[in-house]
């Protein structure tokens, strides 16, 4: 059986009807991102269960083996060599668990918002694109494809017409921006239906963009 990560649990009503796992990026924690609810306007919503999980630990190799939390392992720089697909696939498990979880509580699918930051971005899309239940959306945050060459072939039709949202900073120094724009092009080319902004910005998130955000959640929330 799949074990459950632990995560922050935020509920903005009783019984919500609908949920947001939102992932977040490489030596972070759920902690790192769950104070933004409190700046989302999410003014004529149902009520919403945010979760946060929190990876598990490991070493990464760009950062000497040190072990923190992540997805997945980072070999190189250049993120489009030498992918750990074993860890991508085993965090996709992880994930699905997540979402199954919400089901079993009664948020059906298609009421369920996958997102994430950087490493989460690349979450939302590995397990996004393959899960066999149509999910509300997929809300990507500086971030990228990976297994890109794997996508169109691995993907379910489940997921093909789900709002697919994707920004990013164009003076991002982790995740360059042509990266980002390469992953929404590639989707794009695959029929997926993209909402892209970027903004003067790095590796991080700003006030534009949680308004952009708010917005794409109360349309396929609403």
């Not at 490493?119 to 996004?128: D, E, P």
């Not at 066999?132 to 996508?151: E, H, I, N, Q, V």
Request: charged share 20%.
């Amino acid at each position: 059986m799949t074990h459950l990560l632990d995560s922050i649990v935020i509920d903005t009503a009783p019984n919500p009807e609908v949920s947001v796992i939102w992932m977040h990026g490489l030596g972070d924690s759920g902690e790192g991102w769950a104070p933004i609810v409190n700046e989302l306007d999410l003014a004529g919503l149902p009520g919403i269960r945010f979760i946060f999980p929190h990876a598990n630990t490991m070493p990464v190799t760009i950062n000497g083996g040190y072990v923190m939390r992540s997805w997945y392992d980072i070999i190189h720089t250049d993120l489009g060599r030498q992918e750990d697909e074993k860890g991508l696939r085993e965090s996709q498990i992880l994930v699905d668990a997540l979402i199954e979880r919400e089901i079993a509580r009664g948020v059906p699918a298609h009421r369920i918002v996958l997102g994430g930051f950087s490493q989460g971005c690349a979450m939302t899309l590995q397990a996004g694109l393959r899960y066999p239940r149509k999910l509300a959306g997929l809300m990507c945050l500086s971030g990228y494809l990976p297994l890109a060459d794997k996508a169109g072939a691995e993907r379910h039709a489940a997921n093909q017409d789900t709002p697919v949202f994707m920004v990013h900073g164009t003076m991002d120094p982790v995740i360059p921006i042509g990266r980002a724009t390469a992953s929404r092009d590639l989707l794009a080319q695959l029929g997926y239906k993209i909402e892209w902004h970027d903004y003067p910005m790095q590796h991080s998130a700003c006030a534009e963009e949680v308004q952009h955000i708010s917005a794409w959640l109360k349309k396929v929330l609403a």
